[in-house]
Structures are given as structure tokens and as C-alpha cells.
């Protein structure tokens, strides 16, 4: 493919209902350089699969939850008739749906069918909407190409293997046709479905664009770009015009709801830029992220996350041996659990983890905790948020801005700063934090 190719990728509420689905499409045609379309679930749907994969409903429950899930596409589909190739693959689909949705108990793997259908229905409707533009626009399974490994529900990526079945299968149709594909879902070796985790899909585009060797992907959401904090929170939140990727991929790890996390690592590795704009909003402009962007010393934005769990561990034998971090890290590893922030102290290491309340599956479980505990004493904290401050070349002390000074005004819980000049992070209570990215926005950036 040549590098001028761009990928689009659609969120949720970009392709919510018809209206703004078909907004995304007039984007598309007027673009001719965009070869591939990803699209995520329409807004809600997810929400109601991970219901569904929850297992705690009830039949009658399970029942009104794929009622749910149909209704959004069926109030898409007032608006336009599918094709007759559409269509076959549509009503295929919706009956593998309701037999597995409503199993009574289901696997992991089956877990991660059921959270596949969102993008699957979407995809079906988006390449009609597409088609009625005139664009010549053609479905395609991403589970053909999209390989990764078999951890159900936050599966990783094979990036060889899915540049092969790209070349094999994605490449040649790229000539003729817009190809519309799902975001958030790829394969097993086995053609087992699995699931990158939520909001996963802006994560396929970058590694679907890697695959193909694009020149840029295009992340369509409804805000235009990503701000200097979350505008909700600060009225004079701005929008970022330039961010590098490491910038970029603090802030999608620190918070910015804006990306998933993950997007960036295939965009940095090819040096395909990234754009983030609003599907809304198409010609107000929007974030690029970039390899080479003029740094600009200092912080440029700050962020939150919310249901962080903090995990302290103690064990008297850590004085003087080795061999205590590599064992927590092995076992958390082993749960495929992410850590964020470490500090230590002689004998206790002190991390936070991710707990997302619409995760697919709990952060932490129980065996986990049970094994380390096996070793060392484990302490769990819930309710405080990281607030992380983000640019470059940040520094403690200097200028008219002493962070050490603003920072002296919270009652911080831990803090890490050191292993980047890129972020400066710490926990407080999650009851007050959003006074606190409030007065960090207004001290350091909203000076003139
Ligand atoms: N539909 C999935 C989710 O809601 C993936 C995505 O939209 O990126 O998490
Ligand atoms: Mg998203």
C-alpha cells in the first residue's frame, strides 16, 4: 500500500444512529485517500454485551438485553435497506448472536463472541450507508487479519502475523474499494474470537494501519481533538493542535479518554501519524500526533483517572534480597494485569492498577491476590484517582511555576516522577480530584 493511504476509524457515538453515521460517510467520500474504514459498536451497545458477559441476568434479562442490542441497528435500519450480500450477512450474524447471548453459562471465549457483535452489526450497516454515497465500499471480517494470542477479553496483537494476512487478504482489495471493517475484535490461531478490551478499537485502526502500511490514521470521536484537560471539567480547557507520540501516549495512559492507550505503539513504530478529530465537527481541525513535533518544554495538559486501586506490598524479607519485585511481577503478569505507578520503599513496593467499572473483566481477582499474599502482605486501597501531568522537559523546581509549590497545596497519596521528563504523577482521594486537575489547570495552564 502506498504510505499516502489513510485508515479512519469511527467511535461509538460517531455511528450511533443514522444521522451521524451518515455525517462519517460524507467524511469518507470526500476524502479519496482513505482506504480503510474501521468502525467501533454503536454508543450503548458494548455496554449491554458486557451485561450480557457479566452472566449475573436472568434469562428474561439476557432475552431483553439482545432486544436492546437489535434495537439500536433496527432504528439504523428505518433509515436504510441493506444490500442483499448486507443483508444475508446481517441476519447470519444476528442469529449466531442470540444463540450464544443467550447460553446459560458462558466461556471465556464465549465471552468474548458475544462482546464481538457490536462491531460486526455496525460494520454491516456503515458499508450500506457508505454505499448509498455512491462510495464503492465492500465488508470485511477483521478476524481474518487481525491475529493475536488467546488471552480472551485483552487479547495482544501478533504484529507479524496480522501484516501477512493483510498482504494476503486486505491489500488486494484496497484498489477498488473503501473496505469497512470492526475495530476491538480480532482472532485466536485457532479462528477463535477475541477482544483487544474496551474502547479498543481506535487500537485495531493503528495496528490495521501498521499492517498495511499507511500513512496516517484518523481517530473520528465527537471531541474536536484532545484538550488540555477534559473541557467538561475546565470551560477553558484548549484543544492540543501538535503532540508527539510520547506525549500522546502519556496522556492516553493517564487519562485523556480521547485514544486507547495502546494506539500509539504502532503508529510510533511505523511513524504514521495519527489524527484526532470530531466527526461532528470535521472541518474545525483536530490533535496530529506526530514523530517530530517542535517540543515545547514544560506541561502541557493534565489528566485523570478515576478507580485506581492501589496495591502495597510488604515483606520484612525484602530487606537486602533480590528476587521480590521480579515475583510480584511474574504473578501479575501471569493475570495479564497492568500496572501503572511504582514506588518502593526497602520493604514494600507500593503500585496502583486500573479498575475500570465497564471493564469486561475485574482488574484484580481474588487468585491473584491469594498468591501474593502467599509471600508477602498485601494491602488493597479503592477509591482514589492518578492525576498525571503531562509534556516535556518537565521539571520540579524552576520557573514561575513551581510545581513543587502547587503541588504542596494537595494531600497527595504517592507520587512518581523520574522515570520521564514526559509526566509528573500521583494519587489523591478520588472525592476531591477534580479540584484538583481544576487548580493544576488554572495555576500552569491557563496563564496568558
Ligand atoms: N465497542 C468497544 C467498546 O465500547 C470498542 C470501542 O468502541 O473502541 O469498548
Ligand atoms: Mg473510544
Redesign the pocket.
Known sequence: MNSQSVVAKF??TSVADYTSMYRCAQIINDDPTVKVVVV?ASAGVTNHLVELVQQKANHEERLALVEAVMQIQHRILEHVTLDSDLQTGFEETYLEFKEVALLPALSTQQCDEVLSFGERFSSFIFTQVLRTLGVNSVRFDVRNILKTDSSFSKATPDIEATAVAAAKHLAPLLDNHVVVTQGFIGSDKYGQTTTLGR?G??YSAALIAEAIDAGSVQIW?DVVGIFSTDPRLCTKAKPIPRLSFDEAAEMATFGA????PATILPASRKGISVFVGSSKAPDQGGTWIEKETQTQSGIRAVTQRKNQILLTLKSPEMLLASGFLAKIFTILSNYNISVDLVTTSEISVALTLDNAPNASRPELEQACLDELGEFCHVSVENNLTLVAMIGSEIQLKGGDDCLVDVLSEFDIRLICHGASRHNLCFLVEQASSDQVVQAIHQKLLEAA
Open positions: 467511535g461509538g467501533s474502547g478499537s481506535d470521536t479518554k480521547v485514544l486507547h
